[in-house]
């Protein structure tokens, strides 16, 4: 099992610039997150899906950002237009139904310059 | 609602001290509880997690927290530290299954493991 794939590892990108962070979930699990980890604000829950629905967008910042679940084993979430307070490390995690505990991805670490 | 509260942002201790990390927790329901570790760049990896069954969980690499649920605690403890144990280190809860927070969990602040030789 290769686990939670997140790439890419790093980016690098200009304000105003359109950034896709993509996830391949662990085969199998239903269940998938977005997360983002800030040294001021921890880690917050954006998105997660269920048998690739959307089941609660609430954590997500604002408009600009969006994320699609189009097959079970893949993921994207995307920031449009990107600004430098959404550099952060963004975390995709999975887990099957009725287990709890997820399986993390190495996260993306988003720089916007 | 749920949240956790970790108590020290960081924790200093000798190699072969006690380690003692602080978590409590606050739930609507019956929560499912969980401690995670995040070594430098990189995602988190779970450590243990209770969920309702015996209220002493041990985990990988030595570790082991006890629920309390008198004291809405569930604090990690490690008898010896060794330095390969520095990284941080993360409370979370959900609420258990069949309720609508099921699955969605919610982390602590974090706190920092140094370990001294």
């Known amino acids: 099992d290769a686990g939670v794939i997140q790439s890419p590892r790093h980016e690098v990108t200009e304000m105003g610039q359109e950034v896709t962070l993509r996830c391949k979930p662990i085969s199998g699990h239903d269940y998938l997150f977005w997360y983002r980890q800030t040294m001021m604000r921890g880690l917050e829950l954006l998105i997660y899906?269920?048998?690739?629905?959307?089941?609660?967008d609430s954590g997500m910042p604002e408009d600009r950002f969006s994320a699609k679940m189009p097959n079970a084993s893949f993921s994207t979430l995307k920031i449009q237009p990107s600004e430098p307070r959404d550099s952060a490390v963004y975390f995709c995690?999975?887990?099957?139904?009725?287990?709890?505990?997820?399986?993390f991805g190495s996260g993306t670490r988003l720089t916007v310059v | 609602a749920q949240s956790v509260t970790q108590l020290g942002s960081h924790v200093s201790v000798s190699e072969g001290a006690l380690v003692l990390l602080r978590c409590n927790y606050s739930s609507s329901v019956p929560p499912y509880l969980f401690w995670y570790v995040q070594y430098p760049n990189q995602g988190l990896q779970l450590l243990l997690k209770y969920t309702s069954a015996a209220t002493l969980v041990k985990g990988i690499n030595g570790f082991e927290a006890e629920f309390k649920k008198s004291e809405t605690s569930f604090h990690l403890t490690k008898p010896s530290a060794h330095m390969s144990d520095a990284a941080e280190y993360f409370c979370?809860?959900?609420?258990?299954?069949?309720?609508?927070?099921?699955?969605?969990?919610?982390f602590g602040q974090g706190t920092i493991l140094t370990v001294h030789p």
């Open positions: 899906f269920n048998n690739n629905v959307p089941i609660d």
């Open positions: 979370a809860v959900t609420g258990n299954a069949g309720g609508t927070s099921y699955g969605k969990l919610t």
């Open positions: 995690a999975s887990s099957p139904t009725g287990a709890v505990g997820y399986t």
